[in-house]
């Protein structure tokens, strides 16, 4: 079993940055892909980034992509969004995924087993 607890959220004004941390527990973790995902009021949970399992391939949503870096870790089981130049539309919660065991990125929500409880990001003037 894998439990991700997301950290790092906030209210901030457009322009500014946020780092979102994603810590594991589990043994699967380094091998396993991983994934942020959001959900803004009213909407869909939308994929954002995924990483592999060894960091060598990401992919990024268009909405973020050139603003956002997903990172990870291993030797301390934590995946990273770093999420420069954010914007109102970015106001969302934001909610860390992980696949089992399975190595390769997706951007399938439907491909990730263990999610976090999620944090919420604010975007304002």
């Known amino acids: 079993q894998v439990q991700l607890v997301e950290s790092g959220g906030g209210m901030v004004q457009p322009g500014d940055s946020l780092r979102l941390s994603c810590a594991a527990s589990?043994?699967?973790?380094?091998?396993?892909?991983m994934g942020w995902f959001r959900q803004a009021p009213g909407k869909e949970r939308e994929f954002v980034a995924t990483?592999?399992?060894?960091?060598?391939?990401?992919t990024y949503a268009n909405s973020v992509k050139g603003r956002f870096t997903i990172s990870r870790v291993n030797a301390k089981n934590t995946v990273y969004l770093q999420m420069n130049s954010l914007k109102p539309e970015d106001t969302a919660v934001y909610y860390c995924?992980?696949?089992?065991?399975?190595?390769?990125?997706?951007?399938?929500?439907?491909?990730?087993?263990?999610w976090g409880q999620g944090t919420q990001v604010t975007v304002s003037p």
């Open positions: 995924a992980g696949r089992n065991g399975y190595y390769l990125a997706s951007s399938s929500l439907n491909d990730y087993k263990y």
């Open positions: 589990g043994s699967t973790f380094s091998g396993s892909a």
């Open positions: 990483i592999s399992w060894n960091g060598g391939s990401t």
